[in-house]
């Protein structure tokens, strides 16, 4: 089995690789693993040329326009490669009658309430990225063709740019750090994203071989419990001076959700995949 992996150059697709090279990895999957300048989705056409050529079996999309702020000076760059390009996936694993796994994100949610959001709500993004993932989401789901949409948020490894590695840099050119309190969200180790994602598609493939539906769907995957940005840095520098702020104390171009909570309920009942706490995984990364 053909797996092409696009955005191998991200948190993701970099834990997708190194997976690749366990042995929870199926001995008979075959990885391509494909950056963005063996596959750019700012090129759509060229792309799906490649990929038509290359004949997979299974499209595993981990890449995305993900400059939350610069999107709202480019947004027509963040619909291209978050909105019309997963759609143009899409519809080619339609006609080919191959799956397409695909990431999302928290913000296609407007952060209200306190609550987790659960799949079933009505998404209403209030950045442009926001907007460009909805899309994605949309054009997906309307394509017919077998697909995991997985929402997660907060990203983090020891690979690529992310929180955990700004507050490691930051500790060590600040004698203070300040961090906003007041957006509440999940933290997602990457390698657990890749674990959990390959399980998803596994049990997905066997549904379909045993004669039953591909549970097609969205999903919100990311590591168990809740925090803030604020305490996310108290927990990666415990004994650093970390002054909490509030979001209007640090205005940025593109609005966040104040509540980026997700339900696992779902892919825990339809995959029996139930994250580790963030926690946890945090401490895996700092021992690694």
């Not at 038509?52 to 993900?66: C, G, M, Q, S, V």
């Not at 339809?270 to 401490?283: H, I, K, S």
């Amino acid at each position: 089995m053909k797996i092409l992996l696009l955005g191998a150059n991200g948190q993701i697709g970099d834990a997708v690789q190194k997976l690749a090279r366990t042995s929870t990895w199926p001995s008979h999957w075959e990885l391509l693993a494909w950056t963005r300048e063996a596959g750019d989705l700012s090129q759509p056409i060229e792309l799906i040329r490649q990929i038509e050529e290359t004949k997979p079996d299974l499209i595993w999309n981990a890449a995305a326009y993900t400059q939350v702020d610069r999107a709202e000076t480019e947004p027509a760059l963040a619909h291209l490669i978050n909105g019309k390009t997963p759609g143009e996936l899409a519809q080619y694993c339609k006609q080919a009658g191959i799956p397409l796994v695909h990431y999302s994100t928290d913000y296609v949610y407007d952060g209200s309430g306190d609550e987790p959001h659960l799949e079933t709500e009505t998404p209403n993004p209030l950045s442009e990225y926001g907007k460009s993932k909805l899309a994605g989401d949309v054009a997906i789901a309307a394509s017919g063709c077998d697909y995991l949409i997985l929402r997660t948020s907060w990203v983090f490894s020891n690979h690529g740019k992310n929180f955990v590695k700004t507050m490691l840099r930051l500790a060590d050119e600040k004698r203070e750090l300040r961090v906003v309190s007041d957006q509440v969200g999940s933290p997602s180790y990457a390698p657990d994203l890749a674990h959990h994602t390959l399980s998803a598609i596994q049990k997905a493939l066997a549904l379909k071989t045993e004669g039953k539906p591909f549970p097609s769907g969205i999903y919100h995957l990311c590591n168990s419990g809740a925090t803030s940005w604020y305490e996310f840095a108290q927990a990666i520098l415990p004994e650093y001076p970390i002054t909490p702020i509030s979001t209007a104390d640090y205005p940025t171009p593109a609005k966040r959700p104040m509540n980026s909570r997700l339900s696992l309920d779902k892919v825990e009942r339809t995959f029996g995949v139930r994250p580790r706490a963030w926690q946890e995984a945090l401490g895996a990364i700092q021992q690694a």
